[in-house]
């Protein structure tokens, strides 16, 4: 059947539409990514992200961000029970960290924060940043301390529903890495898998 004029106006109306729908989309899309992006459509310093936080390390000292004071931080949030993404994560900071000479690494402390402090106490959590060179912190504490870390990171975390009922339960979670300033302030984070080598431009960036 032949198009009559009417069709072809609503035709032409629809790819309109379309048009409109896509490039409304990747513009949502931009201001999205490029907010949360390393670089930062809004600019780092505006993004309210991260401050105080009082934790337990690995040793059962009560921290604060003040002890880390003066450094750059880089900061993950996970679980050791996780059994592939975290291990992942803290390994490519290790990776990152390494690629730093020496002089450059006594400026940034790596940080590993459990959200799921309730079996991630002090000596598994010992046990476990050692797999990641000497220099990670592991920091845990209570439930309701985790709890407000995550909260000022604005990091999300909850025990996965399939599992919520076994002693072996996994934990969904939020799985960036932030990179923090010497003031505590956040400067930028990395997607899941990011390159070391991206990381490591970005604290050399900072120094
Ligand atoms: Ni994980």
Same mark, same amino acid.
């Given at each position: /059947?032949?198009?009559?004029? /009417?069709?072809? #106006?609503?035709?032409?109306?629809?790819?309109?539409?379309?048009?409109?729908?896509?490039?409304?989309?990747?513009? !949502?899309?931009?201001?999205?990514?490029?907010?949360?992006?390393?670089?930062?459509?809004?600019?780092?310093?505006?993004?309210?992200?991260?401050?105080?936080?009082?934790?337990?390390?690995?040793?059962? $000292?009560? &921290?604060?961000?003040?002890?880390?004071? #003066?450094?750059?931080?880089?900061?993950?949030?996970?679980?050791?029970?996780?059994?592939?993404?975290? =291990?992942?994560?803290?390994?490519?900071?290790?990776?990152?960290?390494?690629?730093?000479? =020496?002089?450059?690494?006594?400026?940034?402390?790596?940080?590993?924060?459990?959200?799921? =402090?309730?079996?991630?106490?002090?000596?598994?959590?010992?046990?476990?940043?050692?797999?990641?060179?000497?220099?990670?912190?592991?920091?845990?504490?209570?439930?309701?301390? &985790? $709890? !407000?870390?995550? $909260?000022?990171?604005?990091?999300?975390?909850?025990?996965? $529903?399939?599992?919520?009922?076994?002693?072996?339960?996994? /934990?969904?979670?939020?799985?960036? &890495?932030?990179?923090?300033?010497?003031?505590?302030?956040?400067?930028?984070?990395?997607?899941?898998?990011?390159? =070391?080598?991206?990381?490591?431009?970005?604290?050399?960036?900072?120094?």
């Amino acid at each position: /059947m032949a198009d009559n004029p /009417m069709k072809r #106006g609503l035709k032409r109306g629809l790819a309109l539409a379309l048009v409109l729908a896509v490039a409304l989309g990747g513009f !949502a899309a931009w201001r999205y990514f490029s907010r949360g992006g390393q670089i930062g459509g809004m600019g780092a310093e505006q993004i309210q992200l991260g401050g105080p936080f009082t934790l337990v390390d690995q040793d059962g $000292k009560t &921290v604060t961000e003040k002890d880390f004071a #003066g450094r750059l931080m880089l900061v993950y949030f996970g679980y050791t029970f996780c059994p592939d993404v975290c =291990p992942t994560e803290l390994a490519n900071m290790a990776a990152a960290y390494d690629l730093l000479k =020496p002089e450059e690494q006594k400026q940034v402390q790596l940080v590993f924060i459990t959200v799921d =402090p309730e079996r991630d106490t002090t000596q598994v959590l010992k046990d476990y940043v050692g797999n990641f060179g000497n220099d990670m912190v592991g920091l845990g504490g209570s439930a309701e301390q &985790v $709890k !407000a870390a995550a $909260k000022a990171y604005r990091v999300y975390y909850a025990r996965s $529903k399939e599992t919520a009922g076994s002693s072996d339960y996994l /934990m969904d979670h939020s799985g960036f &890495v932030y990179l923090m300033g010497r003031d505590d302030r956040y400067r930028a984070h990395f997607r899941p898998a990011a390159d =070391p080598q991206s990381i490591a431009d970005k604290i050399r960036a900072l120094l």
